[in-house]
């Protein structure tokens, strides 16, 4: 069902929801899972908030009697749904056992025209099947992957990394198309126009790797702007602007970012203050070191584009916070003004 153009109430012929609709030139409706998430539902209401003073268009996602105390006096667009997909639940039993979820209902609001685009902090796995199965995949695609920006310092675009989770299992030509979707991404989003690729192996050298990479390697060949392998370590560094590989390697690879990073940000933090002479070295270094600090913060990111479904569907981490959210819905506003989807199905039309 598509919003009217008209401002008011619109009710949901289905399950006797309101929703608001929008006025006809405004901008795209974001769907928000408010019960997603560790720090849901204050934080992700917040972030909603801070989206809605910059005039984008949210609807919030979930419980009425949990988000109403929230929204009081805010004028906020909300749809209720009466369950929760937790953290720690099964992905598929969960998507198919709560069918009045806020993650699955948001996935429907996509689906029939309600919003043109979806944010969830909440449990990755049932994110991404509740996508899957409520807007099915682009024509195409055999299988969907999540791309992850991985910041370089020194350089305005990241290195995008995909899959890092939402294909576990690979087939050669899966890769291909992850290329293709990495590509089409990385010039929509991050006015890259000739983006490399790059295969993550375990060496640089042609040959290195096991039977899925070797495999790949030969159809990514075949790609004008391949590059070749690339190992972890160039993740951080110029060398390739999208890299891909299997979403089990792939989110290995993340973590494992993630996990130094913090590593050497808890470090940097403990030398400060450790002694009197570092602490007013700290003094001097921070205006020089917060930048850096910024870039590398998850939270400024906001979340990872679920690539190959048909719509566009953010998946936020777990610990996402007010900043994370509101990040994570101007992505999400803005793959859908670019008219990702229609790009991606145009990108993965020629087959390998």
Known sequence: MA???TSGVVADPDAGRAVIAPAPDASPVVAVDAMGGDRAPNEVVAGALMAVEE??????VGQEPVLGPLLDGTGIQMLHANEVVAMDDDPAKSVRRKKDSSLVRCAEAVRDGRAA????????????????LRMGRIRGIARPAIVTPIPVPGRSNPTLLLDVGATVDCAPEWLVQFARMGCEYARLHHGVESARVGLLSIGEEMGKGDELRKRAYDLLERL???VGNVEGCDLTHERADVVVTDGFTGNVALKSLEGGMK??????????????????ATDVLMPQLLPLYASLDPDNTGGALLLG???VCIISHGSSGATAVVNAVRVARDMVESGIVDHL????APSI
Do not use: K, W, Y
């Not at 005039?55 to 919030?60: A, D, R």
């Not at 470090?267 to 400060?272: G, N, V, W």
């Not at 199905?345 to 993965?348: D, K, N, S």
């Open 3 to 5: 919003l009217e153009a």
């Open 55 to 60: 005039g984008i268009q949210v609807l919030l």
């Open 117 to 132: 685009a979806m944010v969830s902090a909440g449990n990755t796995g049932a994110t991404m099947a509740s996508a899957l």
């Open 224 to 226: 004008p702007n391949f």
């Open 263 to 280: 590593a050497l940000v808890g470090a940097l933090f403990e030398a400060f203050g450790a002694t009197e002479e570092s602490r007013a």
């Open 309 to 311: 479904v048909d719509g």
């Open 345 to 348: 199905r145009t990108a993965v």
